[in-house]
């Protein structure tokens, strides 16, 4: 059997992360996987996070399986974050699952359950997984532009291309932060894709990976919030990874809207039983954690303290890198940058000048040109500044080293 297996595509992020810990040089920088990193350069545990923990430790709960739908506090936690309370929430149903591509996993085995052969939309760029988690559900994929060639959001190309959605397509949209690029559309285009949504017919598919870390908590679950309240059916896959810093305890949920209560008494069941068969049921530790912070007002504070202070040294890690560049004669790019937000941004770099950064300067990020700016130290930006400046200056006079492009989403 096994000699009939052919080589399957490695994952582009791991393999990267395996190429970094083989480099020798002492000066080398990983900025490929979407980890937050303080000065030190560790990931720590937050400290509402660990008071949760030591709680958690000192309740000693039974280790006893929870259910298919995981911890229900955590649940009905996620549903009062992202939808607050009444309206939206109340024709809502959610379910814990294996971290936000769990949900997004689960959601797709929905779909696909519910109507075999649906069309879901993607941007392009998109996140590396969205395709591969998409596809293997058994969907269709197509791509609607993100970027122009300013590396702008392309705000009329986006709204042209989703007006081709039809009926019951499912559109997929990035809550914040926008992976790769760190582009966002504006408000008024939110208010658009609402307004397209519910006169097509399609529905929204919204991931929620970076909120807390773009503008704010509220600002970055605005156009989510929004959505809900102006379509009749809509799908969040949420994650705890980031905001929470529970990467290794794999917590997400999974949530449903429908147009009434009565339109979900079938949902919960079938996101059990898609769970069943995929993982059986999830991890209690992260879930535990997030519901005893959100349901403790000192905790929470301390959370929401803690977060706020992460988004502050993302936005001095990017601010920081973008007057580094103007310094160097780089205003373009460095206004580029500056416009973005989140953890990640997107270099003006083409395929061939990021593995030149990598291969001259021993600095690490995707082919595609993303980078985690979460994960950069405060010490390293002139380095990182330089680097780029130099490989652009490389390239000076090539044709194809003006307006570099992010890669397609499925050669991230």
């Not at 702008?152 to 042209?160: C, Q, V």
Request: neutral net charge; proline residues 6%.
């Amino acid at each position: 059997m096994l000699e009939l297996l052919l080589p399957p595509p490695v994952d582009p992020l791991w393999d990267l992360t395996e190429a970094y810990g083989a480099d020798a040089r002492p000066e080398r920088l990983n900025l490929v996987l979407g980890v937050y990193r303080d000065q030190s350069g560790g990931t720590p545990v937050m400290a509402a996070v660990r008071e949760a923990e030591l709680r958690l430790a000192e309740r000693s709960a039974s280790k006893e399986y929870r259910g298919l739908s995981g911890n229900t506090a955590f649940n009905r936690a996620m549903l009062s974050m992202v939808l607050g309370t009444g309206g939206a929430a109340e024709r809502a149903v959610a379910v814990q699952t294996v971290a936000g591509s769990g949900a997004l996993r689960l959601l797709a085995d929905l779909i696909c359950r519910t109507r075999p052969g649906t069309t879901v939309w993607i941007s392009d760029p998109a996140y590396v997984n969205h395709r591969p988690i998409l596809e293997a559900a058994g969907l269709t994929v197509r791509t609607y532009g993100w970027l122009d060639a300013e590396g702008r959001a392309d705000e009329a190309g986006l709204l042209r291309d989703l007006a081709q959605a039809r009926r019951d397509d499912v559109v997929l949209l990035q809550g914040c932060c926008h992976n790769p690029t760190g582009v966002d559309p504006s408000p008024q285009t939110w208010e658009a894709l609402a307004g397209l949504a519910a006169s097509a017919g399609w529905v929204p598919f919204v991931d929620l990976a970076y909120h807390g870390l773009g503008d704010g908590l509220e600002a970055d679950l605005a156009a989510t919030r929004m959505l809900a309240e102006r379509v009749p059916e809509m799908l969040i896959a949420i994650s705890c990874s980031k905001n929470f810093g529970l990467y290794s305890d794999r917590t997400g949920c999974a949530v449903v809207l429908g147009s009434s209560r009565r339109s979900l008494q079938h949902v919960e069941t079938a996101l059990q039983n898609a769970a069943r068969t995929l993982y059986s049921m999830p991890p209690e530790h992260g879930a535990a954690v997030v519901a005893t912070v959100l349901e403790d007002d000192g905790l929470r504070a301390l959370w929401r303290t803690e977060l706020d202070a992460m988004r502050t040294r993302i936005e001095a890690n990017r601010s920081g890198l973008a007057r580094q560049l103007a310094a160097l004669g780089r205003p373009v790019e460095a206004e580029s940058l500056a416009r973005q937000k989140g953890m990640f941004s997107m270099l003006p770099l083409s395929p061939r000048q990021m593995l030149r950064l990598r291969s001259g300067f021993a600095i690490y990020g995707t082919t595609a040109g993303r980078i985690n700016i979460a994960g950069l130290p405060a010490e390293r930006i002139a380095c990182l500044a330089q680097g780029i400046s130099a490989v652009l200056a490389e390239d000076a006079g090539r044709p194809e080293s003006h307006g570099a492009q992010p890669a397609p989403a499925h050669h991230q």
